[in-house]
């Protein structure tokens, strides 16, 4: 082989190299790029569903909390809607999240077992020692999306 046949075969094994090394380049590009935005884009479906359900359960536990200071449980229908989204917390929610869900609950079903009381009385309770039902819960749900949001 003379020189110049090699020097043709050392060119043309060069820019077969440079096009391997620059698809594969593309490739693990493009392959990083739609990997990253379709954990993203299942991170922020997640993140919405759970704001909705989180939103569904604080809906039907203040209904019930309010309804328990003035009325007591006959039957546990009412409570029903209140442990279905329970269920669907123990699903996707953090083990923190379900915890105040569950204690929530258990603090409605305690208020139902309590004679009704009056307006005032619950105003009155409020003011003195800023009862709060819903707190644990909707903190435990927010540093649940802090941590979420932080995944993106």
Excluded: W
Excluded at 74 to 82: D, S, Y
Excluded at 89 to 95: A, C, K, P, Y
């Amino acid at each position: 082989m003379d020189t110049a046949t090699q020097s043709a075969a050392i060119t043309a094994l060069a820019a077969i190299a440079g096009s391997v090394v620059g698809g594969l380049a593309s490739f693990a590009t493009t392959y990083f790029t739609q990997r990253n935005q379709a954990h993203h884009d299942f991170v922020s479906r997640d993140a919405a569903h759970r704001e909705e359900l989180y939103s569904q359960f604080i809906k039907e536990a203040a209904n019930l909390y309010i309804d328990s200071l003035d009325k007591t449980l006959e039957n546990a229908v009412p409570l029903m809607g209140m442990y279905s989204l329970i269920g669907r917390i123990r699903l996707v929610g953090s083990d923190t999240v379900l915890a105040a869900a569950e204690k929530l609950a258990e603090t409605i079903v305690d208020s139902y077992r309590h004679p009704p009381v009056t307006f005032e009385d619950v105003y009155k309770g409020v003011r003195e020692s800023q009862v709060d039902p819903l707190k644990e819960f909707t903190e435990a749900c927010r540093e649940e999306r802090k941590i979420m949001l932080k995944r993106l």
